[in-house]
């Protein structure tokens, strides 16, 4: 892309951070087309699953016994769920250009949005405690100032964003009693796996050497995705049953 073209909208400040598209200069991104057609092939299972289940999860929700608190925290899931998988689809499959680095701030921002989402209905459905709602409360403050400086700094703090997203989906831990303990055993290893899934995803996130590397990375975060939609999923025929 020529070099004469209009920067980004960016402070002046940073532009010396981006290429003239906008693109983050710390970022390569020089897959092979074999690279991007397995990485669109992870994403299209993706996002179909992820609709289908979220609609599956919403119906089974209305249709439970579940109070309205209840199932409005499993829409909250549910819409975070596609819009995490969609957003990711979006980014990483659209040609390079200006708007897939603004597509890369959303995408990088629904991680720390669907992070909150899936604590939300575990924590409404089985919470024990004050403390639990208030744990729930602080990962959505964390959320949501992590989304705000991936869509107003992009490009900045990626490496701090990847340890902020681990910190955030293990924090569920400290409300251990008043929450994971109460999950049924099927929810609490579900939970437990996606949350090893996306941890040891996390090595091909930083691998760029290895070929294939995005594809498999996804690769770890829906089969991780799944298992968190299983424990919400099971957790809510628990309850509402």
Same mark, same amino acid.
Request: glycine share 10%; net charge neutral.
């Given at each position: 892309?020529?070099? $004469?073209?209009?920067?980004?909208?960016? @402070?002046?400040?940073?532009?010396? $951070?981006? =290429? @003239?598209?906008?693109?983050?200069?710390?970022?390569?991104?020089?897959?092979?087309?074999?690279? /991007?057609?397995?990485?669109?092939?992870?994403?299209?299972?993706?996002?179909?699953?992820?609709?289908?289940?979220?609609?599956?999860?919403?119906?089974?929700?209305?249709?439970?016994?579940?109070?309205?608190?209840?199932?409005?925290?499993?829409?909250?899931?549910?819409?975070?769920?596609?819009?995490?998988?969609?957003?990711?689809?979006?980014?990483?499959?659209?040609?390079?250009?200006?708007?897939?680095?603004?597509?890369?701030?959303?995408?990088? =921002?629904?991680?720390?949005?669907?992070?909150?989402?899936?604590?939300?209905?575990?924590?409404?459905?089985?919470?024990?405690?004050?403390?639990?709602?208030? /744990?729930?409360?602080?990962?959505?403050?964390?959320?949501?100032?992590?989304?705000?400086?991936?869509?107003? /700094?992009?490009?900045?703090?990626?490496?701090?964003?990847?340890?902020?997203?681990?910190?955030?989906?293990?924090?569920?831990?400290?409300?251990?009693?008043?929450?994971?303990?109460?999950?049924?055993? @099927?929810?609490?290893?579900?939970?437990?796996?996606?949350?090893?899934?996306?941890?040891?995803?996390?090595?091909?996130?930083?691998?760029? $050497?290895? @070929?294939? $590397?995005?594809?498999?990375?996804?690769?770890?975060?829906?089969?991780?995705?799944?298992?968190?939609?299983?424990?919400?999923?099971?957790?809510?025929?628990?309850?509402?049953?």
């Amino acid at each position: 892309m020529s070099v $004469q073209e209009p920067a980004l909208d960016v @402070p002046s400040a940073l532009n010396a $951070q981006f =290429a @003239p598209d906008g693109r983050p200069l710390s970022l390569a991104w020089t897959y092979t087309p074999r690279e /991007l057609m397995a990485d669109g092939v992870v994403h299209v299972v993706g996002v179909s699953l992820g609709v289908v289940g979220a609609l599956a999860l919403t119906i089974s929700a209305a249709l439970s016994n579940l109070a309205v608190a209840e199932k409005v925290a499993v829409g909250v899931y549910a819409a975070g769920l596609v819009a995490m998988l969609s957003t990711s689809a979006a980014y990483n499959m659209w040609p390079v250009g200006r708007l897939k680095w603004r597509l890369r701030r959303a995408d990088h =921002a629904t991680i720390f949005l669907m992070i909150a989402g899936t604590y939300t209905p575990l924590v409404t459905l089985v919470g024990t405690d004050s403390f639990a709602f208030g /744990l729930l409360a602080g990962i959505w403050l964390v959320a949501v100032a992590g989304a705000a400086v991936k869509l107003t /700094l992009p490009g900045r703090f990626d490496r701090l964003a990847i340890a902020l997203y681990l910190a955030l989906g293990w924090s569920g831990i400290m409300a251990y009693e008043s929450v994971i303990a109460a999950l049924s055993p @099927p929810a609490l290893w579900l939970l437990g796996a996606g949350g090893l899934l996306y941890s040891l995803g996390v090595i091909f996130h930083v691998w760029r $050497q290895l @070929p294939f $590397q995005n594809a498999i990375w996804h690769g770890f975060v829906l089969a991780a995705a799944a298992c968190h939609y299983g424990a919400v999923f099971r957790s809510v025929l628990d309850v509402g049953a």
